[in-house]
């Protein structure tokens, strides 16, 4: 199954959709392996016209190229495989849009980006600042996503916006980060951006469990799904070179409402990649 919106696997698409069902460091609910196929499934349910960015996906060069294959001989084996397949793309002139699993395959893919891309920003979207430096005695893990980011990118190009849990106060005030909010940080943070490249990481526990209770670690207090759209709308006109959707979380074999939510946001996120 592909998603619905999308081409058939191709070597000249503008946008490849790739799964990457990574859920080696699932603290909580794990099941983020199977959010890739869930979201595709949830695709069947949506139309390809985006009433938010007025685009139609159906004959864009979007094509969806299936899953990684991860295999886990060691504990970075996995990750060097990311590594390699957003690498390919790279130098095929394909952006890459992700879809997880777990966050720790974001500072995989973007340390691949900023070597490319010295001046590369990163936005992310996330319940969790994801800035401790070691969880459970993991330095690569889904909490440890942005301390792993930073390693490639400098704090005053990273961007966190929606967090509301944090390991410890001080991380509240650093640079680039926004508590809570999504969309009233959106035009500074357009402005410090400009025109360098982007790349957008979107764990959608941003959104209050209220609106999608399927994520590996909820917590209240987020935005809804309307607020989240129309930000992401906002960053259509900056130069994004790469994206994600992560954290994703199925609770059974079923379609549910939260797979038809997940494939608008991956609809959304390949419209910005084709138009830049």
Known sequence: MIFDFAKPPSSDAAVAIVGI??????????????????????????????PYLLRDAAGLSISDCGDIALSFP?????????????SLRLQSGTKQLAVGGEHTITPAIVSVLAAKYPDLCVIQFDAHSDLREEFLGE??????????????????RLFQLGIR?????????????????VMSPAEAVRKQVGSKPVY?????????????????????GGVGFRE?????????????????VVEFCPRGPLP????????????????????N
């Open 228 to 244: 989240l759209v129309q930000c992401l709308a906002g960053f259509a006109r900056l130069d994004v070179v790469g994206a994600d």
């Open 139 to 156: 330095e690569w893990c889904h909490a440890t996503a942005m301390a792993r980011v930073l390693d490639n990118v400098p704090r005053s």
């Open 256 to 275: 549910t409402a939260g797979s038809a939510l997940v494939a608008e946001l991956v609809r959304e996120l390949a419209l910005i990649l084709d138009k």
């Open 74 to 86: 060691t504990r970075e084996a996995p990750l060097e495989q990311i590594r390699e397949a957003t």
């Open 21 to 50: 069902p990574l859920d080696r460091t699932s603290s909580f609910i794990p099941g983020t392996r199977f959010g890739p196929e869930a979201a595709r499934v949830g695709s069947q349910n949506i139309e390809s016209f985006s």
């Open 200 to 220: 957008l990481s979107l764990d959608v526990d941003v959104l209050d469990p209220s609106v999608l209770p399927d994520v590996q670690t909820p917590e209240p």
């Open 165 to 181: 849990s944090f390991s410890h106060a001080d991380e509240m005030t650093q640079p680039g980060v926004f508590p809570f909010e």
